[in-house]
């Protein structure tokens, strides 16, 4: 009897082990002095990033799977894979020197906000709902505890514990789901349950449809949903501002790589089914994201409540189903990636009294005082209004083409009310800035060469996909191609 050892596809986890070796890299790293310096580990985060960026380059369009279909290497993936890249890259560059100002410098700060990205890049380049599984809780358990990484406040302990008990909960609903869609058809192998769910008999099986609306809520925890949405403020407010930049692009972005995966691959047979409750909560999400906001006086909420209606726009693709809408999807994660981080990247900056300056009332007569920042941050929030000549602009123009072309005039009208709605409390805080006179102490800005660094990648990022969007969106239909008419 001859032994048969298993072929490990290596070349389809290449940036994945290139960011696992990173992170044991740095937890070497973290016990070489100087101790109370951790600097060297952040860079060495970075440049593990941009060797996994640098690979997934190289891999573009090959195609593959491993560990017996369970990991796929695709576009799909490779793309996700330069997204979180960019994302954790630009929180590494925003954090070093914020954390050294909050006290809070430790290498594992480092170690873990990598460890939460190949979480993230699992979860895209997953075809098995058990690996879907294994990396959502890698990069849940991570951002649960960067979340409460200001151990001595209050306000990021409770942040903190939300976000876990919370997330315990979505899990156990995501868990519990995909029990039941194993009882139903036998496999957890995506390819596999297309082929299941192609029988007759099938197509109507109660225990199916449980499973799908169990997996529909542990995604919708995610991604900040409504009605799921409520432990975003909290885990926004309370978390270090570098973290809450992470957990707005990083974690949205793997979340809606996965439910793309599962929603508009084997379940695709089912759209009928799941498309009436996903336009539901595609417009209540957005517009209670939108109107809620407006009544935030602090910014963290504000963003916090902004980034629960920018998912209500992404849920438009997601509705729409077509290689268009989701290319528009992905193409809106890129630009909301950039525009998010750039502001929160300005908001980290700036304190007041000693504390981080995040109260509407800190920023009057910013454009005085600091008028480079309150330039950049004016960008990025007309950017997330979707002024053209930005990414956010040709970002919902894309949405809302695809919307219209499918025949959804209704929810893309819904969506244009809404985006006008978010206009008045993300223009307030820019006639804050240049309208309003400086009361009080002074605000403080604490630029960094690497925060101004990460600064100037959001800026670019967010003019150039607005000024030059071809590439990305081309980029973007390849990769949702395979498995999309």
């Known amino acids: ?57 190289l891999l573009w369009g090959q195609r593959e799977t491993a560990f017996r279909e369970m990991v796929a290497l695709d576009e799909f993936a490779l793309f996700f894979n330069l997204l979180f890249c960019v994302a954790t890259g630009l929180v590494l ?12 410098e430790q290498g594992e700060y480092y170690i873990l906000v990598l460890f939460a990205a190949l979480g993230m890049m699992l979860m895209a ?27 001595t406040r209050p306000a990021s302990n ?4 939300k976000y876990f008990l919370l997330g315990a909960f979505a899990t156990g609903f995501f868990l519990y789901g995909i029990a039941l869609i194993y009882g139903a058809t036998g496999t957890t192998s995506l390819p596999r349950l297309a082929e299941a769910l192609a029988r007759a008999e099938l197509g109507r099986d109660p ?19 409504v009605p799921f949405h409520m432990w975003a403020p909290d885990v926004y407010e309370g978390a270090p501002t570098a973290i809450t930049a992470l957990i707005a692009t990083g974690s949205k972005a793997a979340a809606f790589a996965a439910l793309l995966r599962v929603l508009l691959g084997p379940m695709r047979g089912l759209q009928p089914d799941w498309l009436v409750l996903v336009w539901i909560l595609a ?18 909420r504000m963003l916090a409540y902004s980034s629960i209606a920018h998912v209500g726009y992404m849920l438009i693709g997601v509705v729409v189903g077509t290689q268009l809408g989701a290319a528009a999807v992905l193409y809106y994660l890129a630009a909301y990636t950039f525009m998010t981080a750039g502001a929160f990247g300005v908001i980290l900056l700036l304190e007041r009294r000693g504390a981080e300056a995040v109260q509407l009332g800190d920023y009057a007569g910013l454009a005085a005082r600091h008028p480079l920042l309150a330039l950049l941050l004016a960008l990025f929030l007309l950017s997330l209004i979707g002024f053209p000549p930005t990414a956010g602009f040709v970002g919902k123009f894309y949405l809302f083409s695809a919307a219209i072309e499918a025949g959804y005039v209704g929810l893309a009208i819904l969506a244009v009310l ?4 978010a206009s008045y409390y993300y223009l307030r805080l820019i006639v804050y800035m240049y309208m309003r006179e400086p009361e009080g102490e002074p605000v403080v800005a604490a ?35 395979p498995f999309l008419p």
């Open 1 to 57: 009897m001859e032994l048969a050892f298993p072929v490990i596809g290596w070349r389809v986890i290449t940036p994945m082990l290139l960011v696992t070796g990173t992170g044991f890299a740095c937890l070497l790293l973290d016990l070489l002095p100087p101790k109370e310096r951790k600097g060297h580990v952040a860079a060495v985060g970075l440049l593990g990033l941009a060797l996994a960026g640098l690979a997934t380059g």
């Open 158 to 161: 409770e942040s903190a514990m």
């Open 447 to 481: 630029l960094t060469p690497a925060a101004g660094l990460g600064l100037a990648v959001a800026v670019w990022g967010t003019l150039h996909l607005g000024l030059a969007p071809g590439p990305l969106i081309g980029l973007a239909q390849g990769a949702v191609g």
């Open 418 to 421: 809404n985006a006008v709605i």
């Open 93 to 104: 560059l925003l954090s070093h020197g914020y954390i050294r100002r909050q006290g809070i």
């Open 207 to 225: 225990l199916l449809f449980a499973g799908l609306g169990l997996l529909l809520v542990g995604f919708g925890f995610k991604i900040s949903s």
């Open 283 to 300: 417009a209540l999400t957005m517009t209670l994201g939108n109107v809620v906001a407006i009544a935030q006086s602090n910014l963290k």
């Open 125 to 151: 380049a997953g075809t098995d709902l058990l690996i879907i599984f294994l990396g959502l809780e890698l990069m849940s358990l991570s951002l649960y505890v960067l979340a409460g990484f200001f151990r």
